[in-house]
């Protein structure tokens, strides 16, 4: 009986999968390294992302695991071979260490991906 059930299961399985179009969102890179920056400067990266599917990638939501970095989506769905942007922006005015996670929600086969930055936030630039 048990083996009855596991094959209908995966015969199930396989027809709902076969001939349907998925969105698939393929990251450059899943981590920025802002590197040492200094307190003030420009704290804007972007995540560059293809989709490598064959039916339109919709970004639902964008979230940060802080308030010191606001990510920003694309409003308009991102056709099968084209590329679009995750906009970036930490609060540089925060010195320390930088280790943060955005999580991105979409219609894609894997509907969540997590991003990463990190980096540091120091004072003031070395002296030469």
């Known amino acids: 009986m048990k083996q009855i059930f596991l ?10 999968a076969t001939g349907q179009d998925f969105a698939v969102i393929t990251f ?3 981590t920025i390294d802002y590197g040492t920056v200094v307190k003030g400067e420009d704290g804007i990266r972007q995540f560059r992302f293809t989709n490598t599917g064959t039916s339109e990638l919709e970004i639902t939501q964008v979230r940060s695991s802080c308030g ?4 920003k989506k694309p409003d308009a ?3 099968p ?4 942007v995750i906009e970036v922006k930490y609060d540089t005015n925060r010195v320390g260490p930088i ?3 955005i999580t991105v929600a979409s219609n894609a086969s894997v509907p969540m991906v997590a991003l990463k930055i990190k980096g540091e936030v120091i004072e ?4 030469e």
């Open 68 to 71: 010191c970095t606001i990510p």
């Open 124 to 127: 003031e630039a070395p002296e």
């Open 7 to 16: 094959l209908f299961f995966a015969v199930a399985l396989g027809l709902t």
């Open 28 to 30: 450059d890179s899943i």
């Open 77 to 79: 769905p991102i056709p």
């Open 81 to 84: 071979g084209a590329s679009d």
């Open 99 to 101: 280790r943060k996670t």
